[in-house]
């Protein structure tokens, strides 16, 4: 089962890497028109699922509050990831976006009251540093936005994922959670789209179309990824994706990124590394102190 998690965190990252890549490719287009056709497809997929699966679209009124702040902060978060893959390069764009998970642990601290590891701290500390270096503030607010944008982008994701967190705790249906979001999105970011609407030509028209159903595979996939294997087994491979990217980049757009940039993935990655570890290592001494409990009760 855990071999079958890896392949579709793999495939996830492939479709994340690809909606960047198809993102970049539709051209000078409004950010808001590119996260609206990404949101779009995902809303589509949802309401059939939900309806193939007989599925109601009824919320209980407790966990309407945390589907609002999961909907705002995703769309924030999606917005945000969008100008970046404007404007940095792939692989910069999207491993600010992995910055996430640093940032649900944080957001997990202050709303569902979580304890953190000083492991945790560390690895939250090491992660900033990382996308400092990437981001390489300056006194041009020109040059240092897009990526303070990306790296806005990632913490609102972190939201976003401890909402759902709660949501999961909750037994609220995930393919429930998805539709909320996207559809919520629509509604919000649509105004947008009608006054800013610029026209496209077919090949862009094609482009976004590639790029919703890219972003839909990947979250279909990863969905399927963390049903066969817990998230501490096979979290580390979801970085599978900036590879993927940075090879998109090379390849496509000639991007080369500088060497800060490489040295704060290198020092996120660790960091991720580090904290993935951890948690093995700790359900193998959970597992081994549980076996030799057992063996002293026989």
């Given at each position: 089962m855990k071999k079958k998690g890896i392949l579709f965190i793999l495939?996830?990252?492939?479709?994340?890497?690809?909606?960047?890549?198809?993102?970049?490719?539709s051209g000078d287009l409004p950010t808001m028109q590119k996260a609206f056709f990404r949101n779009l497809f995902a809303t589509f997929i949802a309401?059939?699922?939900?309806?193939?699966?007989?599925?109601?679209?009824?919320?209980?009124?407790?966990?309407?509050?945390?589907?609002?702040i999961r909907s705002i902060?995703?769309?924030?978060?999606?917005?945000?990831?969008?100008?970046?893959?404007?404007?940095?390069?792939?692989?910069?764009?999207?491993?600010?976006?992995?910055?996430?998970?640093?940032?649900?642990?944080?957001?997990?601290?202050?709303?569902?009251?979580?304890?953190?590891?000083?492991?945790?701290?560390?690895?939250?500390?090491?992660?900033?540093?990382?996308?400092?270096l990437i981001?390489?503030?300056?006194?041009?607010f020109h040059e240092f936005a897009p990526g303070m944008i990306g790296l806005t982008g990632g913490i609102m994701a972190g939201a976003a994922y401890t909402a759902v967190r709660y949501l999961g705790q909750k037994q609220v249906n995930g393919m429930k959670i998805v539709f909320f979001f996207s559809a919520f999105s629509c509604i919000v970011i649509f105004p947008f789209v009608i006054t800013q609407f610029k026209p496209m030509a077919p090949m862009q028209w094609l482009f976004l179309t590639l790029c919703g159903i890219s972003a839909t595979i990947g979250q279909i996939c990863i969905t399927k990824a963390y049903t066969y294997a817990p998230a501490?087994?096979?979290?580390?491979?979801?970085?599978?994706?900036?590879?993927?990217?940075?090879?998109?980049?090379?390849?496509?757009?000639?991007?080369?990124?500088?060497?800060?940039?490489?040295?704060?993935?290198?020092?996120?990655?660790?960091?991720?590394?580090?904290?993935?570890?951890?948690?093995?290592?700790?359900?193998?001494c959970k597992q081994n102190s549980s076996a030799t409990a057992v063996l002293r009760s026989n």
């Open positions: 495939l996830a990252g492939v479709g994340f890497a690809s909606m960047t890549l198809f993102s970049r490719l309401s059939i699922t939900l309806i193939k699966n007989k599925q109601d679209f009824k919320y209980e009124k407790s966990s309407i509050p945390f589907l609002l902060c995703g769309t924030m978060g999606i917005v945000c990831n969008f100008y970046a893959i404007d404007h940095l390069v792939l692989s910069d764009a999207n491993i600010l976006n992995k910055l996430s998970p640093f940032a649900a642990v944080i957001f997990s601290i202050i709303f569902l009251k979580e304890r953190a590891s000083l492991t945790q701290f560390l690895t939250l500390l090491g992660a900033f540093m990382g996308a400092v981001i390489q503030p300056s006194l041009s501490k087994e096979i979290s580390i491979y979801d970085y599978f994706q900036i590879l993927v990217s940075a090879v998109y980049g090379f390849i496509i757009f000639q991007q080369k990124p500088n060497n800060l940039s490489i040295l704060g993935y290198l020092l996120i990655f660790a960091m991720s590394f580090i904290n993935w570890s951890k948690s093995k290592n700790k359900e193998f």
